[in-house]
């Protein structure tokens, strides 16, 4: 994306003719070999500053490389005191993520022992004027791949599953939709299904150096078509008998990879516990309204 190179070197220009930046990087997607990047793709960088509290109280200075239309600001409280954020929309679509430090905070976190996070999906030393990077280590980028569960993950991750699917049937039958929706995405999708479909698609790669990015965004790229169909089966809109269905969706595509990981891992399933909810829900949803 053109715009977003060039924003970049306004970026990189600015930091290097401005006394106050002592270095600058780039992390996140962009220099992440294991994401995907497209036009939407953020910039993501790191600023330390000499003295970065003017940066942080005062925004002139986010204008330089475009016209804003929407930022968000997080100060360094939300950070454990490590750095502050602005995240800045600009008017050519272009969206920058600036990580704001002091010099301090900075070199505090490249001497921890072990990378932090956001360093291990990758970074890029844009600028360094005072050699503050070169203890830096290398990523490793184990913080995104997706690791074995032991058996008590597993079986957690399965009672719980079908535990809140209990939620889901009440709020269907009394027409509550909001809360519905909430515990199906929030909970069965977000909490388990996303972690579940993560094990099985790292079980056939033998757990080395997989990974789906964030929230399952390349799950239909290892999963067949077949099986990405019942993962969409479990979407739904408004309509009451359709989460129905979408719940049910939920429980065959559970069930599925579930009994495949169990045997594949050497895990015991939970046949008469599913068996039990299963009943349940039928029951749940054949009463009267």
């Known amino acids: 994306m053109k715009v977003r190179e060039e924003k970049l070197e306004q970026i990189i220009h600015w930091a290097e003719n401005n006394p106050d930046i002592r270095a600058v990087l780039l992390t996140s997607s962009l220099v992440n070999p294991y994401a995907p990047v497209d ?35 997080e100060d360094d409280t939300v950070f454990d005191g490590k750095h502050a954020m602005k995240m800045v929309l600009y008017k050519d679509h272009v969206k920058v993520d600036f990580k704001l430090y002091q010099v301090s905070e900075f070199s505090e976190e490249v001497k921890k022992e072990k990378l932090s996070d956001d360093w291990d999906v990758g ?44 939620y ?46 964030k929230h399952g965004r390349l799950f239909k790229k290892y999963l067949s078509a077949e099986e990405w169909n019942k993962v969409e089966a479990t979407f739904s809109g408004s309509d009451l008998e359709e989460n129905w269905t979408a719940l049910f969706a939920f429980a065959d595509l559970v069930h599925e990879l579930g009994t495949v990981l169990a045997k594949k891992l050497n895990f015991e399933y939970p046949f008469q516990h599913e068996a039990d ?4 829900l039928k029951e749940v949803k054949a009463l009267p309204s």
């Open 123 to 166: 970074y890029k030393v844009l600028i360094d004027k005072d050699g503050l990077t070169k203890d830096l280590k290398a990523p490793t980028y184990q913080s995104i791949m997706i690791h074995q569960p032991t058996e008590k993950e597993f079986r957690q991750l399965q009672n719980d599953f079908w535990w809140d699917t209990m």
């Open 277 to 280: 909810i299963r009943n349940y």
């Open 39 to 73: 036009d939407f793709s953020d910039l993501d960088v790191e600023l330390v500053f000499q003295n970065r509290k003017a940066y942080e109280d005062h925004n002139e200075w986010i204008s330089l490389f475009g016209e804003p239309i929407s930022m968000i600001e």
């Open 168 to 213: 889901v049937a009440k709020c269907l039958k009394r027409g509550d939709i909001f809360y519905a929706k909430f515990m199906s995405e929030d909970i069965l999708r977000t909490d388990y299904l996303v972690p579940l479909i993560e094990w099985y698609i790292a079980s056939f790669h033998d757990w080395k150096n997989i990974t789906t990015n």
